[in-house]
């Protein structure tokens, strides 16, 4: 398949079209219109900061049903006694600094650059982007970010500076979605750790029809 090059206009080309590892077109811009599109259409950004923007859509897709989460004895445990204090949307800029920074050194280098640190800042301010937050003793030690539209939350990033921060807040988050009638949570890519929370891969077209009809 080939790669489309995208231009100033305002479009993608359909999902589908991408490579076998989801790549579907480079180029364009991160505006705010063209980073909603692009989760209304089943695509997300992920690049080096040395490469153009590259646009993604793959198939499987790596997704989590609210109502299958798993939550482990330990885990059980640490809710049960709110371990870290839970908040959302409290500090969104230092999640992503945060993410941005514990990213570098897992294989790539960070894949957050100033520009989409920048983006998603634009898009929290009128609500699409949101944080979750674990916090121990006034000190922000784990959570995450993403894009919320409708009822299908866009996971972006997560970082932990202590055991089990990350994923306390993600199992707390996950189940305030839940409540606010979320009912997919896109995990973009394969990852061992939320597999182990109950994500799972669903075909492209399963995916694609569920967004259409979640947002």
Request: net charge negative; charged share 25%; hydrophobic share 40%.
């Amino acid at each position: 398949m080939p790669v489309f090059l995208l231009t100033d206009e305002l479009i993608f080309p359909a999902p589908h079209l991408a490579d076998e590892d989801g790549l579907l077109a480079v180029g364009g811009d991160l505006s705010a219109e063209r980073l909603l599109l692009a989760y209304r259409s089943g695509i997300f950004p992920w690049f080096n900061d040395d490469e153009l923007i590259q646009w993604w859509s793959p198939d499987p897709r790596f997704v989590l049903f609210p109502d299958e989460i798993k939550i482990s004895k330990s885990m059980k445990q640490l809710l049960k006694r709110n371990a870290f204090e839970f908040t959302t949307n409290k500090a969104f800029e230092q999640v992503i600094d945060n993410c941005k920074t514990i990213n570098r050194g897992e294989g790539n280098g960070t894949w957050i650059t100033d520009d989409m640190k920048a983006a998603y800042i634009q898009l929290h301010q009128p609500g699409y982007a949101h944080s979750a937050e674990a916090w121990n003793n006034g000190e922000l030690v784990g959570g995450l970010y993403g894009i919320r539209l409708g009822r299908t939350f866009f996971g972006e990033s997560m970082f932990s500076k202590q055991g089990n921060a990350s994923k306390y807040a993600f199992i707390k988050y996950v189940q305030q979605l839940q409540m606010e009638g979320v009912e997919l949570i896109d995990c973009q890519v394969y990852t061992e750790h939320l597999e182990s929370l109950g994500a799972r891969m669903i075909d492209r077209d399963d995916f694609l029809k569920m967004v259409k009809g979640l947002i």
